[in-house]
C-alpha cells in the first residue's frame, strides 16, 4: 500500500529563519511526486513536480528535491506569507495509477 | 492560475436533505476528480472521470454519486445528506497525459 508521511505536523519559524520540510513516501515504482501549498479554506495550490532520485526544482523562496525515500521542502528566508500547510503527494506506477496518495501536510507559521 | 470553480463555497443544510455541489473547469481538462479533507487531515479521493461519460469510484466509500456529460462539469450530488457528510469537498482536474492535477477551492458542507 502506498504511503506518504510528512514531518513535522507544524513548523513556527521566525521570517528570514530557513529549514526544510520532510516527505517520506513508500509506494510501488514512484511515477513522480508533487508539493502543493494549501491555505486556510482554500484548495490546495501546485508548486512542483519531481519525477526521479536527484531532481530538484526552485520557485522563489522555496526549492524541492528528491532522493528514493523522501522529498525535502527547503524554505530559504521565509516571509509571513509563506505561511500555510504544504502537501506532498506521490502517484505510484503501479495499479493506483489514477490517482495521487497524499499526506497529512506540515502547517507552517513563519512570525514576522 | 487554475480555472476550476467549484460553487456553492459554504453550504449548511439539514439532515435529508438532497444536495449538488458544482465544479466546473475552463483549461478542457480530461481528467477530473472529488476529494473529500477533514481538517488536519490528507485528501481521499471519492470519484474520479478519465473523461465524458466516465466516472469511477475512488478509494474512500462515499454515498455521493457524479456524472460527466460534459467535459468541463462534474458535479457531485448526495441524495440524502446526513451529518457524516459534513467536510470539505474539493474539486480537481489534469490533463490526460499528466498527473499534476489542480484544485478548485472548495466547498466547506456542514450538515445539521
Known amino acids: 500500500e502506498d504511503q506518504v508521511t510528512q514531518s513535522p505536523e507544524a513548523l513556527r519559524l521566525q521570517e528570514g529563519e530557513s529549514s526544510s520540510l520532510n516527505c517520506s513516501y513508500t509506494?510501488?515504482?514512484?511515477?513522480?511526486l508533487f508539493w502543493y501549498r494549501q491555505d486556510p479554506g482554500k484548495g490546495p495550490e501546485f508548486l512542483f513536480t519531481?519525477?526521479?532520485a536527484g531532481e530538484e526544482k526552485e520557485k522563489e523562496r522555496l526549492k524541492a528535491t528528491l532522493t528514493k525515500k523522501e522529498s525535502f521542502l527547503h524554505i530559504t528566508a521565509p516571509k509571513p506569507e509563506d505561511s500555510a500547510t504544504y502537501l506532498c503527494?506521490?502517484?505510484?506506477?503501479?495499479?493506483?495509477?489514477?490517482?495521487?496518495?497524499f499526506g497529512s501536510g506540515t502547517q507552517l507559521t513563519v512570525l514576522p | 492560475e487554475a480555472d476550476i470553480y467549484q460553487t456553492p463555497r459554504y453550504l449548511v443544510i439539514g439532515t435529508g436533505k438532497k444536495i449538488t455541489l458544482e465544479c466546473s473547469q475552463t483549461?478542457?481538462?480530461?481528467?477530473m476528480y472529488w476529494y473529500q479533507q477533514d481538517p488536519g487531515m490528507e485528501l481521499h479521493l471519492i470519484h474520479y472521470?478519465?473523461?465524458?461519460?466516465?466516472?469511477e469510484k475512488g478509494d474512500l466509500s462515499s454515498e455521493s454519486t457524479v456524472s460527466r456529460i460534459r467535459t468541463e462539469h462534474f458535479p457531485l450530488t448526495l441524495e440524502s445528506a446526513r451529518p457524516s457528510h459534513t467536510s470539505q469537498y474539493l474539486c480537481?482536474?489534469?490533463?490526460?497525459?499528466?498527473?499534476?492535477?489542480?484544485f478548485g477551492p472548495g466547498t466547506r458542507l456542514t450538515v445539521t
Open positions: 503527494a506521490v502517484q505510484a506506477a503501479g495499479g493506483s495509477a489514477r490517482q495521487l496518495t
Open positions: 483549461m478542457g481538462h480530461d481528467k
Open positions: 480537481a482536474s489534469s490533463k490526460e497525459n499528466s498527473y499534476e492535477q489542480y
Open positions: 509506494v510501488s515504482g514512484l511515477r513522480g
Open positions: 519531481l519525477y526521479s
Open positions: 472521470s478519465y473523461g465524458v461519460n466516465s466516472t
